[in-house]
């Protein structure tokens, strides 16, 4: 079995300063993890995905994860903040040909002017 | 084709009716997924078909919904006799279901129960 944990439902940071957005796992293999963003009204873009290749993750719009195994973690992070970022942010966790990605229940990421 | 797609994109409809959604994946995608975003909410999980395996219907909320895929092509997502409270956004997505493939999303269908 697998899940995934989004630690906070909301985060609100001031623009330029840096972005946390946590998230646990927990899988029977070796997962996949991606990170999702639904901006107001649009649909689910991939923002970075986990492959393995390395544990540190850079995605598009200045977004980066790692992938701590130890800690069963892939938070995403920006250095600073923009207006743009304002978005709901989903972190997935999948399994090679066993399992469905499952979704976390999301993080409003609210910039402050 | 190119993408995921999802008709229709817009559905309103009388309180007792059934609807009918559909979701045309990308080609070759074995995998395809149907989750529920109700409004200002993360998403829930519905159903997953992989390949010529047994559907997971584990997360339809009731006997009133259910879903069909023929082979590795269209879904369609049926919800008979809809309720106010099945109003929300129904997305599909597919994927290859290889190693560290992540899944595409169509735009999704706004579903508004009356």
């Known amino acids: 079995a697998q899940s995934v944990t989004q630690l906070d439902s909301h985060v609100s940071v001031s623009e330029g300063t840096p972005v946390l957005l946590r998230c646990n796992y927990s899988?029977?293999?070796?997962?996949?993890l991606f990170w999702y963003v639904q901006h107001p009204n649009k649909g689910l873009q991939l923002l970075l995905k986990y492959t393995s290749a390395a544990t540190l993750v850079k995605g598009i719009n200045g977004f980066e994860a790692e992938f701590k195994k130890s800690e069963t973690s892939f938070h995403l992070t920006k250095p600073s903040a923009h207006m743009s970022d304002a978005a709901e942010y989903f972190c997935?966790?999948?399994?090679?040909?066993?399992?469905?990605?499952?979704f976390g229940t999301g993080t409003r990421l609210t910039i402050i002017p | 084709g190119a993408g995921v797609s999802q008709s229709p994109s817009n559905k309103v409809t009388e309180k007792g009716k059934d609807v009918e959604l559909r979701c045309d994946p990308i080609s070759g995608h074995t995998a395809l997924y149907w989750y529920r975003q109700r409004l200002g909410q993360g998403l829930e999980f519905l159903i997953y078909?992989?390949?010529?395996?047994?559907?997971?219907k584990s997360g339809l909320p009731s006997d009133r919904f259910s879903a069909e895929r023929t082979g590795e092509s269209v879904s369609t997502l049926t919800i008979q006799r809809t309720q106010q409270e099945d109003s929300a956004v129904y997305l599909c997505?597919?994927?290859?279901?290889?190693?560290?493939?992540?899944?595409?999303f169509g735009q999704g269908t706004r579903l508004t129960v009356v």
């Open positions: 997935v966790v999948g399994s090679f040909g066993n399992e469905k990605l499952t």
């Open positions: 078909f992989q390949g010529n395996s047994a559907p997971d």
């Open positions: 899988s029977s293999y070796s997962p996949s």
């Open positions: 997505a597919s994927n290859t279901m290889t190693v560290n493939t992540e899944a595409f």
